[in-house]
């Protein structure tokens, strides 16, 4: 099966700039999360979406992070303004389900803000 | 607050010998934790996982084990591999299925 697609892989930026990244889940899987992961740290869940619907964005610095997922299949997590301290990795994962099943990572985004 | 933490940043060990990663919880209403195996420049990769109602999971050249009354997992690979070389995650399911993650441990398997 193809796995979670991400786009792009690496994005450079000017702080106070706006930028966007794209994730294609695992065919079928429902669950689809955002994390972030800054160098040296484990991955942290930023947004869990169920369907279109959202589960937990309990850590979303909702003032200049947001993310969709329309149609139940695709999503985008956007940044505006950006700020230094969000220079990550910006991985997206699926899950058939939001039950303790593994999560299939993609490559992730890495975004460095200039 | 880091609830899984993984206190060694890295491990060195001699092909074929036996690599053990150690990983301790504070949260006691962790219920499912896993192990996830990472390249440079690629995502996470689940690698094996265990549920707090046993002891052991094994599967192939990996095992791991917990222990609840010390809140305290870790994950064996013999014999290891150079290919084994990666940067490996502890993590751990709560109820509400959030998966919280430590920092990482990097494996050096050494020829």
């Known amino acids: 099966e193809a796995g979670v697609a991400q786009s792009p892989r690496y994005k450079i930026i000017e702080k106070r700039q706006s930028v966007a990244f794209w994730c294609n889940p695992i065919?079928?899987?429902?669950?689809l999360y955002w994390y972030q992961q800054i160098l040296g740290q484990g991955p942290k869940l930023l947004i869990q979406?169920?369907?279109?619907?959202?589960?937990?964005d309990s850590q979303l610095p909702k003032d200049r992070f947001s993310a969709e997922r329309l149609k139940g299949v695709d999503s985008t997590l956007k940044i505006q303004p950006a700020k230094l301290e969000d220079s990550a990795v910006y991985l997206c994962?699926?899950?058939?389900?939001?039950?303790?099943?593994?999560?299939?990572f993609g490559d992730g985004t890495r975004l460095s803000i200039l | 607050d880091q609830q899984v933490k993984q206190n060694s940043p890295s491990l060195s060990v001699q092909e074929g010998r036996i690599s053990i990663l150690n990983c301790d919880y504070t949260?006691?209403?962790?219920?499912?934790f896993l192990w996830y195996k990472k390249y440079p420049a690629e995502g996470p990769t689940f690698l094996i996982s265990?549920?707090?109602?046993?002891d052991k999971n094994e599967d192939g050249r990996f095992t791991v084990f917990l222990n609840k009354s010390a809140k305290h997992l870790s994950l064996h690979i013999v014999p290891s591999q150079p290919g084994d070389s990666a940067v490996y995650f502890c993590?751990?399911?709560?109820?509400?299925?959030?998966?919280?993650f430590g920092k990482g441990t990097l494996l050096t398997v050494n020829p």
């Open positions: 994962a699926s899950s058939s389900t939001a039950a303790r099943q593994p999560q299939h």
């Open positions: 065919s079928g899987h429902a669950t």
């Open positions: 979406f169920q369907n279109n619907g959202v589960v937990d």
């Open positions: 949260n006691s209403m962790f219920d499912y």
């Open positions: 265990i549920s707090s109602i046993k």
């Open positions: 993590a751990a399911f709560s109820s509400n299925y959030k998966l919280t």
